[in-house]
């Protein structure tokens, strides 16, 4: 767009006028608004060329932004509500460094609440955030029950970010794990060691990143041409305690697999101290070779698994990191004429066939 040219809302703009928007700093830069917000807020993370477009652009069209809307935010309670669902669980505190490393940078503190997969539990808290004028929300949702809570009304214009799951109904930010490449991944590679009666412990049916993972092993399955055998399928278990019994179970099969597919790191300490037990008890009787674990998330002292055992790792970290730079992209462009759609980020996985090396 050139000095004096007409706007894509058919306004006439001139350099210096002070009528440009930050749409159309974006269409001069060519990038996206938020793009442009993350530069003038002096985001981390933008290429040095894009900044460079977007600082000429503004100097071109002599655009300013709107400080008003800017000291309204300035004057919330510098807090981000964070919920995760069980405080148990290393994997959310690796998430929650994350977000505290991104909100530190922009000079916020974060508040935690644990859900427990509890969906009263989570409309509570988050009605509690709201409650305390927390500038944004990063949820790590329950899944269960109607969502009215998540939605822009009953939070009040608080920007919202959902992490690890994504909630049907809900037009949010969302990042996620790339689920079901690798369940698939985990499953082909058991598939091509040669078992044909592996077995799959996950959570809940109703939570989503088990809902993926599941659809991924089944997919692996059926491009394998082998099928899923049901009597080896547990969903439900939510800590390592009912992992191990419903491993236990699996194990006291007349034919009982020989491998299984972790869908969480609770079920995969679980099934490991399940087959550890039948391991030390059956010792010296030969015969059955032990059981195969894959498991999807790493875990502290992995290495030192006492079975076979390969991971489906990703970083928690990063998911906090990627859920809070886009809170704060949301954050930048309040007050501008314009929204961008919710956006959705997937993050990469990797299979690491020997856990030493992780």
């Known amino acids: 767009m050139t000095a004096g040219a007409d706007a894509p809302d058919g306004r006439r703009r001139t350099r210096g006028s002070g009528a440009s928007t930050v749409q159309d700093v974006a269409a001069e830069a060519g990038v996206s608004p938020m793009t442009v917000s993350r530069v003038l807020s002096g985001a981390q993370h933008v290429r040095p060329e894009l900044r ?5 652009a503004v100097l071109h ?15 919330r309670s510098g807090l981000i509500g964070v919920t995760i669902t069980n405080i148990a669980n290393p994997y959310y505190a690796g998430l929650q460094r994350g977000i505290e490393e991104v909100a530190a940078r922009h000079e916020r503190r974060i508040l935690v609440g644990n859900s427990n997969e ?31 809570h998540l939605q822009p009304k009953a939070l009040g214009g608080v920007p919202l970010v959902l992490a690890s799951r994504a909630v049907e109904g809900v037009d949010a930010d969302t990042v996620l794990i790339d689920d079901v490449r690798g369940a698939y991944e985990a499953a082909t590679l058991l598939l091509r060691e040669g078992h044909t009666r592996i077995a799959f412990l996950g959570n809940r049916v109703s939570v989503f990143t088990g809902q993926r993972r599941f659809a991924g092993f089944r997919q692996a399955h059926e491009e ?20 191990r019994e419903a491993m236990t179970e699996l194990l006291a099969l007349d034919d009982p697999p020989t ?6 790191n ?32 790493s875990f502290e002292l992995a290495d030192l698994s006492p079975v ?19 809170l704060f992209e949301r954050l930048e462009a309040a007050g501008e004429d314009e929204q961008q759609a919710p956006r959705l980020v997937e993050l990469p996985v ?3 066939e020997d856990v030493a090396r992780l």
């Open 52 to 56: 460079e477009r977007v600082e000429a």
């Open 61 to 75: 069209l002599g655009y300013h932004r709107d400080e008003n809307a800017r000291s309204l935010r300035r004057r």
């Open 118 to 148: 509890d969906p009263v539990r989570e409309r509570q808290l988050v009605g509690d955030f709201v409650g305390r004028r927390v500038e944004g929300l990063v949820v790590v949702p329950s899944g269960q029950g109607p969502a009215t």
């Open 224 to 243: 394998a041409g082998v099928p899923v055998v049901g009597e080896l399928v547990r969903q439900g278990q939510q800590d390592v305690d009912s992992a």
């Open 259 to 264: 491998a299984v597919f972790t869908a969480n």
């Open 266 to 297: 609770r079920n995969t300490l679980g099934a490991i101290r399940a087959i550890a037990v039948a391991e030390r008890d059956r010792s010296g009787a030969g015969g059955r070779r032990q059981t195969r674990v894959v498991g999807f998330d």
């Open 308 to 326: 076979a055992l390969s991971l489906v790792d990703h970083d928690a970290e990063e998911l906090g990191r990627q859920a809070a730079e886009m």
């Open 350 to 352: 990797r299979l690491v």
